[in-house]
């Protein structure tokens, strides 16, 4: 397995039909659904974006939660069997080399409720596409990622590397995150968590990117607040008056 960060020449999108062509069942288990619907109440009507969603498994699933929804992935093979696998009117999916293209049209600032990408961030240069995740997320909505995270070796272990290195790869397609770079995901947004779903694997969920945690706490309460009335007015910053239409 290879951790994120080492010099590796980038996967073309030949790499990657080939490896979609194979079959890669990737079902999602009862454990990470579950997880899924208590931190992002996936409800119907809500929209969203699966980055790097390959064959189509988890965007299917926020699909059937009654989310509109969007797939992007670099190969076209991935797409044309996602697409084979079932469909219907809230699922679509987009051809998009998410590194070196530029942002499709469609993905303006503050429309989404979750962007969602499992297995895919370490080959996305997650530092500048966490910024435009933020952008594209609405002041309530939540950006959540599955990753594999490379164990940190045990002080004193045999396994040892010369200054610098990494192990040697099983394959470029396990792609993992080390400990010291999961920390630094997350940086700018108001609220991080990171849940364990395996040995190896974490679910990180990030809220209010750009935003102080109070404000990001603010925009939340207000979201939760009923529309007129007592409630909304108390929702309101203190010292802020409604003004009559």
């Known amino acids: 397995m290879i951790a994120a960060g080492t010099d590796t020449s980038r996967l073309s ?4 039909n080939q490896w979609a062509a194979v079959g890669h069942p990737d079902d999602v ?12 109440s996936p409800i119907p009507g809500k929209t969203a974006v699966d980055l790097a969603c390959g064959n189509g498994h988890w965007t299917r699933q926020l699909a059937a939660w009654g989310m509109t929804v969007t797939g992007y992935d670099f190969s076209d093979e991935a797409l044309r069997r996602a697409e084979a696998a079932g469909s219907c009117a809230r699922l679509s999916y987009r051809l ?4 070196a293209d530029p942002i499709p049209p469609s993905l303006v600032p503050g429309q989404l409720d979750v962007v969602t990408c499992r297995h895919g961030l370490p080959y996305l240069e997650p530092g500048r596409l966490l910024t435009d995740v933020g952008r594209w997320l609405k002041p309530s ?9 490379e164990p940190a070796a045990e002080p004193g272990s045999a396994q040892r590397h010369a200054p610098g290195s990494r192990p040697s790869p099983s394959t470029p397609f396990d792609l993992r ?3 010291e770079h999961l920390r630094e995901v997350g940086a700018g947004w108001a609220k991080r968590e990171v849940h364990q779903l395996g040995l190896s694997r974490r679910a990180i969920v990030l809220h209010g990117y750009g ?14 607040a009923p529309v007129g009335g007592l409630t909304a007015a108390l929702a309101r910053p203190h010292g802020t ?5």
């Open 13 to 16: 999108a030949a790499d990657w």
């Open 29 to 40: 288990s009862v454990l990470e659904a579950d997880h899924f619907q208590r931190i992002a």
């Open 96 to 99: 998009w080399d998410i590194v």
């Open 141 to 149: 909505g939540i950006f959540y990622a599955v990753v594999q995270v």
């Open 177 to 179: 995150l080390q400990e």
């Open 211 to 224: 935003l102080d945690p109070w404000e990001w706490n603010r925009v939340m309460d207000e979201s939760l």
């Open 241 to 245: 008056v409604q003004e009559d239409a």
